[in-house]
């Protein structure tokens, strides 16, 4: 979205923390509403507000598996770079200069989103955030292959993926 001369973009944005104290991976706090800027050069996985088109692929930049994480939906203000890291798989990356953290999702939220999510979204944010067993219950049984992924990861079932094959 063009308005006047700045960029808008909406996207997704991961903290380390809980909702009254959330930072991101430099330690730098953050608050609900706010916009920061920067007037450091932006490049990508180096200086700038970093954040994602799709929320699960923010999980890549949090450990949501072991610890607790924010969410936020977030607005981008100012100057934005794209990239990707095609090796991971992970595409419509982005870094700006200026970010407001528009609202901090509820795990409902977050939820939500992903029961909607295709397939093979889907198993990237089964792989990479840590589900309740009764989420577990709302995501089995929508495919063989979600199945196996909530299974190996949720459940640590490391044979899951073992193919059996007659006359072996």
Known sequence: IFKGNII???????????????ENNYGFQFEEGK???????????????HFAKRLEDTLRYGNAREE????????????????????????????TDKIKIDKI???????????????????????TMKLSDEEVKLFMGKS???????????YN????FNTQYKGR
């Open 8 to 22: 808008i973009m909406e996207g997704y944005k991961i903290f380390i923390g809980n909702k009254d104290n959330f």
């Open 157 to 160: 079932d490391k044979n899951v």
């Open 105 to 127: 999702l509820t795990r409902e939220d977050i939820i939500s989103y992903a029961l909607e999510l295709p397939e093979y979204r889907l198993e990237r944010f089964i792989q």
């Open 144 to 154: 063989s292959l979600i199945d196996k992924y909530i299974l190996f990861y949720h």
């Open 68 to 95: 607790d994480v924010i969410i936020c939906k977030v607005t981008a203000l100012g100057k934005i770079i794209e990239y990707e890291d095609e090796y991971y798989g992970y595409y419509d990356l982005y870094v």
């Open 35 to 49: 916009i920061y800027e920067t007037d450091q050069e932006i490049f990508p996985k180096k200086t700038g507000f």
